[in-house]
């Protein structure tokens, strides 16, 4: 066999190799196991699929027991996904797809990522330490009374603030007065947009006096627009409250801005600041589309 037949003969088995090459999806995670409002990542991965070809990727709008932070998109082939959790116990990462063409017939195939599972715990250190247990003490019979008293009076005090709560998620939602605002929803969100535009952005500090201003002048817009005291609910209360009125890409990134806002605050998660500029921008575009969205239907 002369060398010319040879080396067409190898391209060709190269060629054919890596056609009918499995495409792999795969998932990585930068911890397996993190402390209460840690954030950690995961990485999304797509191998031995022909650099040309189109993917579409399905992420879950919400992941049972974790909180969306950050999605890296900059790749075509990659997902980097910021996460954290309020919630302890061993949870698992699933319900993560991708569809893709086949290398050995070009049909789009959905390919399923595989699992995984991250521990997260209560941070038991310094001041968090468990008491040791403590070994059973007799009670003087004589004094048993005491503790029936104690007891009743747990018990109504329970009943009393079940009562109360019952009567207080009753109550109708107070429509929010505009009489006296002098700007609009929209001129007013802008306007403390543009100031933190301005701010520096570079300490944790600093990068957490930004976002509760950014998230409260979110809260504030939709509290206006809609006539309803958004700005006494928490990102998860909000999010169940503001779905009905938003699109899905309007809805979607709000949500995630805030949850970050949420991890800046009360996590000290420090984010690099191109990406904190890129928060506010984003927010900025969603709420004047959400402004227009808002108009055509009222």
Not at 145 to 168: C, E, H, N, P
Not at 232 to 238: A, K
Not at 278 to 297: C, F, G, P
Request: contains cysteine; positive net charge; hydrophobic residues 40%.
């Amino acid at each position: 066999m002369n060398r010319r037949a040879f080396t067409i003969l190898t391209g060709y088995l190269f060629t054919g190799i890596f056609s009918f090459a499995q495409i792999t999806p795969v998932l990585t995670s930068s911890s397996d196991k993190i402390i209460i409002g840690e954030p950690f990542k995961i990485k999304l991965e797509i191998k031995a699929i022909d650099r040309d070809a189109s993917v579409q990727w399905k992420l879950p709008d919400t992941i049972p027991h974790f909180e969306y932070i950050a999605i890296d998109s900059s790749k075509r082939f990659e997902r980097e996904i910021t996460l954290s959790s309020f919630d302890s116990g061993l949870w698992t990462i699933e319900n993560i797809s991708v569809i893709v063409p086949s290398n050995v017939n070009n049909k789009l195939q959905a390919l399923q990522f595989p699992q995984k599972e991250i521990l997260v715990e209560y941070d038991t250190t310094g001041n968090q330490l468990m008491n040791d247990v403590k070994p059973i003490i007799d009670i003087d019979a004589t004094q048993k009374w005491i503790g029936y008293i104690v007891a009743a009076a747990a018990l109504l005090s329970l009943i009393a603030l079940i009562i109360l709560f019952r009567k207080w998620k009753k109550k109708k939602i107070l429509v929010v007065d505009e009489q006296n605002e002098k700007y609009s929803a929209l001129e007013d969100f802008l306007m403390i947009t543009e100031k933190l535009k301005s701010q520096s952005w570079d300490s944790q500090l600093e990068q957490k006096q930004n976002f509760t201003e950014l998230s409260y002048a979110v809260k504030k817009y939709f509290e206006r627009s809609l006539r309803k005291p958004f700005t006494r609910l928490t990102t998860n209360d909000l999010a169940l409250e503001l779905k009905p009125y938003l699109l899905q890409e309007q809805f979607i990134p709000v949500v995630q801005n805030l949850k970050l806002s949420d991890a800046v605050k009360f996590a000290k998660y420090n984010v690099a600041k191109q990406d904190c500029l890129q928060a506010l921008q984003e927010m900025e575009s969603v709420i004047k589309k959400t402004e227009t969205e808002l108009k055509r239907h009222a």
